[in-house]
């Protein structure tokens, strides 16, 4: 691998107790999408209708780190990795999302549970990363209220099942997105649109995610939990009034509307008028009911946005101004590459005075990998991910309370409506033959974490099926 040319970054200026990790998704990851009473899921109905997903692709094997997660765990011991973050399917554990408990399913997870410690990896669980049972979709889904309590019902069998053995829990995942995305454009699974979807589907699960944290904290006592949020950094295209009105619409609506209302402050009607359509969804209660005492906050941050005015865009009046247009630097999402992001984030989240930790749950890039001669030579990535780990200490050094960073992703998997053109894995899979390679990101990252040594050693028994060795 190519070394960097200029100064090191050491992993000891982010303090012993900084959590390193790296995440994934069940339904990205796992396959098996019927195996062992697996019920279907909203995004396995979504992924079989033509013309939704990019290249006809499907997740019906996905990674099949159901079948290999023995194997991709090894992978991660050997990238010396301490923290794995993993979702748990809904319809997996309870196939029609409420009532009968599918046995086999929790099985399942109590075995990547299980393996990840004999392995010294700390499991970090997320409850809820987008697959939510069909079952619940007939329903309304996120657009029905009743979802609180099925919710509930979900959060405290894995309470039960796993509050043993984990201490890190997330509610949701990035719930702006799979709203936005699912229940208002229509791009992603469910595929509804409309503001009255909409305004249902932000405010049931904003009060699923305190919902699901009080449950937790009844059922896991010992437990950390905190929920996670995708945020951009946002610019004005220019310094003209309209510019900076609009772009203060923008991040109001993906910086601010998810993350105040659980801070006890609710929507943020002032920044965005259309927010005002969230009282035709209030009950008595509600506000009180919507705020919760996070032991941390999750931000999951990738680029920036630059915005202008749009007399054309409805209830938001403003439009992006494509990175393909700006002539910067991009990912294969064409997302900007921007490092500064994350520091602009961290010190704007940091101005939250009830947010107790912040932690980078999400922070990675997707760039179009090859193999050759059966190594994956991805410098992009490397420098991505050490420019943006210097702008997380920056903000770190200036005070800001970010205790942790976690890679997205492990491996290459099934990027939701991109298929699997994306590839943001520190390892690469070959999805014809489920073969693994290690990409020089991954080994700079081993490389990262090896830099100092007191908090990097991983024990474990010489005759485990951890064992590196066997892998």
Not at 9 to 32: I, Y
Not at 131 to 153: C, H, M, Q, T
Not at 385 to 414: C, M, R, S
Request: glycine fraction near 8%.
């Amino acid at each position: 691998m190519e070394r960097m040319n200029d100064k090191r970054l050491h992993k000891a200026p982010f303090g012993d107790d900084f959590h390193w990790g790296v995440s994934t998704a069940a339904f990205q990851m796992e396959g098996a999408h019927d195996a062992d009473g697996k019920g279907l899921s909203i995004w396995d109905v979504f992924t079989e209708k033509k013309g939704r997903i990019k290249g006809g692709h499907h997740a019906r094997t996905a990674c099949d780190f159901y079948n290999s997660y023995k194997n991709d765990i090894q992978l991660i011991k050997e990238l010396n990795i301490p923290n794995f973050r993993f979702s748990v399917s809904w319809p997996r554990v309870i196939p029609n999302g409420t009532g009968p408990v599918n046995q086999k399913g929790i099985d399942y997870y109590n075995r990547v549970i299980d393996f990840l410690l004999e392995c010294n990896i700390k499991p970090w669980v997320t409850l809820y990363h987008w697959d939510l049972p069909y079952a619940l979709d007939l329903k309304g889904g996120w657009a029905n209220r009743d979802i609180v309590s099925w919710f509930e019902e979900y959060t405290e069998l894995c309470a039960q099942n796993f509050g043993d053995r984990v201490t890190d829990w997330m509610v949701m995942n990035e719930p702006s997105v799979f709203t936005g995305a699912g229940y208002f454009l229509g791009i992603h699974a469910p595929g509804k649109r409309g503001i009255a979807n909409f305004t249902k589907a932000i405010h049931h699960a904003t009060l699923a995610t305190t919902a699901g944290a009080r449950v937790l904290r009844s059922k896991a006592p010992n437990g950390r939990i905190g929920t996670t949020f995708s945020c951009t950094h946002i610019e004005p295209a220019t310094q003209s009034r309209k510019d900076i009105a609009a772009a203060q619409r923008v991040d109001t609506l993906l910086n601010r509307t998810f993350i105040e209302p659980v801070l006890g402050m609710g929507y943020p009607k002032d920044g965005l008028p259309v927010l005002k359509r969230m009282e035709r969804q209030m009950l008595p209660g509600d506000e009180d009911r919507m705020a919760f005492d996070f032991d941390f906050i999750g931000l999951q941050c990738y680029t920036r946005e630059i915005v202008k005015a749009s007399v054309f865009t409805p209830y938001i009046g403003a439009a992006l101004v494509k990175a393909e247009k700006r002539d910067v630097p991009t990912t294969e999402m064409g997302w900007e590459v921007y490092p500064q992001s994350i520091y602009h984030l961290l010190k704007k989240f940091s101005q939250y005075k009830n947010i107790n930790e912040i932690i980078i749950t999400e922070n990675g890039a997707a760039f179009p990998d090859r193999i050759t001669n059966g190594e994956v030579k991805d410098l992009q990535r490397v420098h991505f991910l050490k420019d943006h780990l210097e702008q997380l200490l920056k903000a770190k050094q200036e005070g800001v309370n970010v205790n942790g960073y976690f890679i997205w992703t492990l491996a290459d998997n099934f990027e939701w409506a991109e298929g699997y053109h994306p590839r943001f894995g520190l390892v690469h899979i070959d999805h014809n033959t489920q073969q693994r390679t290690i990409k020089d990101s991954g080994l700079w990252y081993r490389d990262f974490l090896s830099s100092t040594t007191e908090t990097t050693k991983l024990n474990y028994n010489e005759n485990s099926l951890c064992h590196t060795g066997n892998r």
